[in-house]
């Protein structure tokens, strides 16, 4: 069975960095897209960066210039370097994959999620 296990959370203060790791375990065949999304208390989940297979990223507008989403295809493992963070960024964070198992399918999986908390 195919899983993402994300770390790397915690809290920081405001203009401080952290940066996220999620990482795919399992069998399968390869991995699409990896992306990052958070939901704040109240708010609706939303993307916050994505990267493709070949490298290629897309951002919010709220985190450009600030984070950066970077892969390691060899260990399948996504990363999320978070720099300036804002108390707005404040959310649970979670990891988004597309994952073709050994079956021919395209699955998409979502980790558990990992808190990031910034204090003003």
């Known amino acids: 069975q195919v899983q993402l296990v994300e770390s790397g959370g915690g809290l920081v203060q405001a203009g401080g960095s952290l940066r996220l790791s999620c990482a795919a375990s399992?069998?399968?065949?390869?991995?699409?897209?990896m992306g990052w999304y958070r939901q704040a208390p109240g708010k609706q989940r939303e993307l916050v960066a994505r990267?493709?297979?070949?490298?290629?990223?897309g951002y919010a507008d709220s985190v450009k210039g600030r984070f950066t989403i970077s892969r390691d295809n060899a260990k399948n493992t996504v990363y999320l370097q978070m720099n300036s963070l804002k108390p707005e960024d404040t959310a649970v964070y979670y990891c988004?994959?597309?994952?073709?198992?050994?079956?021919?399918?395209?699955?998409?999986?979502w980790g558990q999620g990992t808190l990031v908390t910034v204090s003003s």
């Open positions: 988004n994959a597309g994952v073709v198992t050994t079956t021919s399918y395209l699955v998409e999986l």
């Open positions: 399992g069998s399968f065949f390869s991995i699409n897209a």
């Open positions: 990267i493709f297979s070949g490298g290629s990223t």
